[in-house]
């Protein structure tokens, strides 16, 4: 008998742990038209004996982690955008925890300063595991407005 695991039902932005690491509710935008999950790191270098160090976030962010991480393992891929651009990224795997569920799972890493949310949750960790309802979740609404308004400014001022 083939039993399947039930499903979580999550909205369209949760709180994601790195319960190993000590980094605790980080908002993060659930995307099932992204194939990969991203996160947001900053100071990005490979050190004298081949490891990633990195950041989470940026020094402009308030969930800023001054906490050096090290990777020694971690491996190159590409990303398209949307848009079709194509981005050469650093991929490595974390422990996160997501709505009481841990998982072991890849993260690209990327420069997300200019978006709202420092994480990015894509089908590679929803699939099998997750349902997404888009009217649920934890959204930052003030900051999607504050974003949106200063696209439409940018737009504005590129006439």
């Given amino acids: 008998m083939n039993k399947r695991r039930p499903r979580k039902l999550i909205g369209?932005?949760?709180k994601?742990?790195?319960p190993t690491l000590d980094v605790l509710n980080i908002p993060a935008r659930i995307d099932t038209?992204?194939?990969t999950s991203t996160i947001w790191v900053s100071n990005l270098r490979i050190d004298e004996e081949s490891r990633l160090t990195f950041n989470f976030f940026g020094r402009t962010?308030?969930?800023?982690?001054?906490?050096k991480?090290?990777?020694r393992s971690?491996?190159?891929t590409a990303v398209a955008s949307s848009m079709g651009a194509i981005q050469t990224r650093y991929k490595v795997r974390f422990l996160i925890k997501i709505e009481g569920k841990k998982i072991r799972a890849s993260f690209t890493l990327a420069d997300r300063s200019q978006q709202?949310?420092?994480i990015l949750i894509g089908r590679n960790i929803l699939r099998g595991k997750f349902i997404v309802d888009v009217k649920k979740g934890q959204p930052l609404k003030l900051e999607e407005k504050?974003?949106?308004s200063r696209l439409r400014s940018h737009l504005k001022a590129s006439k």
């Avoid at 962010?61 to 906490?67: G, I």
């Fill in 69 to 71: 991480i090290i990777k």
């Fill in 12 to 14: 369209r932005v949760e």
């Fill in 146 to 148: 504050i974003r949106s």
């Fill in 33 to 35: 038209g992204a194939k």
């Fill in 61 to 67: 962010s308030p969930f800023y982690q001054k906490k």
């Fill in 74 to 76: 971690y491996s190159k």
């Fill in 116 to 118: 709202v949310y420092p």
């Fill in 16 to 18: 994601i742990s790195f």
